[in-house]
């Protein structure tokens, strides 16, 4: 799952956007929820950003549903962050974040088939997501495509400076492919 990140201005101004009525309620809900999901207080992060969403009558910015849907992840309520992660996806379309966190999700379920086309879409998207491609290299890995799994590991290494837990990683599926 992505790093934790502050609201970015995009999500803020289209919030704004939204309504001029309430909106100053809506955005210190948004930071709020913000604040508890970074602080890992899930149940209060989700109460605030269902307070922001009802706020407004229409969609509103991806983010707020990318948002919930990690809180929900970290819950441990992957049916609902798979949901929330679809609801971004309809009103942005193709958004790195979303497609990599609803991958992540799948793997988490053992949905592997639904997970690698996500990671290999928000990879698209954005190739320097390493966290996405070491998820799709386990997902490879789940189902025994191990040339797949260390062709993925062999560019984390090289992202994330050959860490020692992924070359240890790697080196076993090498043996692995190799029996």
Not at 58 to 72: C, I, Q, W
Not at 146 to 170: C, F, H, Y
Request: aromatic share 12%; proline share 3%; net charge positive.
């Amino acid at each position: 799952m992505s790093s934790l990140r502050r609201p970015t201005w995009a999500a803020l101004l289209l919030l704004t956007a939204c309504s001029m009525v309430g909106t100053t309620r809506a955005v210190v809900y948004y930071r709020r929820a913000h604040k508890y999901l970074a602080a890992r207080d899930y149940d209060r992060a989700i109460a605030y950003y269902d307070t922001t969403i009802a706020a407004f009558s229409h969609p509103l910015a991806s983010e707020v549903f990318t948002d919930r849907g990690e809180a929900y992840f970290f819950k441990g309520m992957y049916e609902r962050a798979i949901a929330d992660f679809d609801t971004a996806l309809a009103i942005l379309g193709e958004e790195e974040r979303a497609l990599a966190d609803r991958g992540e999700t799948y793997r988490r379920l053992r949905q592997y088939g639904k997970a690698i086309p996500d990671y290999g879409r928000a990879l698209a998207l954005s190739p320097k997501l390493t966290w996405a491609r070491y998820g799709r290299a386990q997902a490879w890995q789940a189902l025994d495509s191990l040339q797949r799994a260390i062709a993925d590991l062999d560019t984390v290494l090289m992202q994330w400076n050959g860490r020692p837990d992924i070359s240890k990683e790697r080196r076993l599926l090498v043996a692995r492919l190799h029996r």
